[in-house]
């Protein structure tokens, strides 16, 4: 059973910084990309920032400069460092990790809550 667990969420003032992990756990076969996306209230799910399996990342315009994706393949697990985060950050934040090739597959995590203050 795959299970992607999420930590580091919380209240944070603006431009402080926060941490987000993302471990996924019974997966079998390796993971092509893993990334990050957010929803805020009355909004559609928005992508953050991706990274794929040989080290390629992709952002929002809205965090390029402030964020960073990376990751560490030997425990399947991502991160996301926030930096000078802005109240417009504030959302459920939420891992993502796919695979392409056979079998294919794409997981979720359960959501993680950020709020930034003003």
């Known amino acids: 059973q795959v299970q992607l667990v999420e930590s580091g969420g919380g209240l944070v003032q603006a431009g402080g910084s926060m941490r987000l992990s993302c471990a996924a756990s019974?997966?079998?076969?390796?993971?092509?990309?893993m990334g990050w996306y957010r929803q805020a209230p009355g909004k559609q799910r928005e992508l953050v920032a991706t990274?794929?399996?040989?080290?390629?990342?992709n952002y929002a315009d809205s965090v390029k400069g402030r964020f960073t994706i990376s990751r560490d393949n030997a425990k399947n697990t991502v991160y996301l460092q926030m930096n000078s985060l802005k109240p417009e950050d504030t959302a459920v934040y939420y891992c993502?990790?796919?695979?392409?090739?056979?079998?294919?597959?794409?997981?979720w995590g359960q959501g993680t809550q950020v709020t930034v203050s003003s």
């Open positions: 019974g997966i079998i076969f390796s993971i092509n990309a």
């Open positions: 993502r990790v796919t695979r392409s090739g056979v079998p294919k597959y794409d997981y």
């Open positions: 990274i794929a399996s040989g080290g390629s990342t």
